[in-house]
């Protein structure tokens, strides 16, 4: 039987998301394209294994690429990069459709507002696509509730350290963009740094694993 994808080629290989066979050809330039892949498909793990073995550059349009982000930004700070990671892999966990270039589109976004932010003018301008915006607008209200309540050292009155200033979110932001950028692997259906961010949190209830989508033929 021919591949229904392309309708063109033999069967070769079962496609979970399809639940038939399609062609090797298909397989590969369709997948995370067309074909929205199951994380646990032995052809995309492969795929994926594949690529890690080759180092990804960011690209040359990378936006605010200008920006520098010191490794003091990051650690002075890596209780809120961890909360933003939360926030986004528990999103992404909540709505299965969230893509890598939702996750990227909504934190570049969001990063480029705090740089308005950060030059003492407000600019907004949230992605078009309705789940980027979606995490773009979860992603900023929890910035807001994280500059309002600084974290308080126990039995203390006073923040353990000065309110957030909105130049440190901003290098979290960019640091957070450009960690997806790399991750990725700039499939529109690719859900790797999604995933990525989902292993770092291996304990949280919030990120519970769907049950597998491979269907046995």
């Given at each position: ?14 496609c979970p998301a399809k639940g038939e066979k399609i062609c090797a050809v298909c397989c590969g330039t369709e997948r995370e394209v067309s ?61 299965s459709a969230t893509a890598d270039p939702d996750i990227i589109a909504a934190v570049a976004a969001l990063a480029e507002t705090y740089k ?19 995490l773009y607008a979860a992603l900023a209200a929890f910035l807001n509730e994280a500059k309002q309540h600084p974290a308080e050292q126990p ?63």
């Amino acid at each position: 039987m021919s591949c229904p994808v392309c309708e063109k080629r033999k069967e070769a290989r079962f496609c979970p998301a399809k639940g038939e066979k399609i062609c090797a050809v298909c397989c590969g330039t369709e997948r995370e394209v067309s074909i929205d892949c199951p994380s646990d498909c032995s052809y995309l793990v492969s795929a994926h294994r594949y690529e890690d073995q080759h180092e990804r550059d960011l690209p040359a349009d990378t936006p605010l690429l200008d920006v520098k982000v010191s490794r003091d930004d990051i650690y002075a700070n890596q209780d809120l990069l961890s909360g933003l990671s939360f926030e986004v892999a528990k999103f992404c966990a909540a709505n299965s459709a969230t893509a890598d270039p939702d996750i990227i589109a909504a934190v570049a976004a969001l990063a480029e507002t705090y740089k308005t932010l950060a030059s003492g003018i407000l600019y907004e301008k949230p992605p078009v696509a309705p789940v980027a915006r979606e995490l773009y607008a979860a992603l900023a209200a929890f910035l807001n509730e994280a500059k309002q309540h600084p974290a308080e050292q126990p039995g203390v009155s006073a923040p353990v350290r000065p309110p957030l200033n909105d130049s440190e979110i901003l290098a979290l932001l960019i640091f957070l963009h450009r960690m997806g950028l790399l991750r990725t692997n700039g499939r529109p259906r690719a859900r790797r740094f999604a995933e990525f961010l989902r292993s770092q949190f291996p304990a949280a209830p919030e990120l519970k694993r769907e049950e597998s989508r491979i269907i046995v033929p």
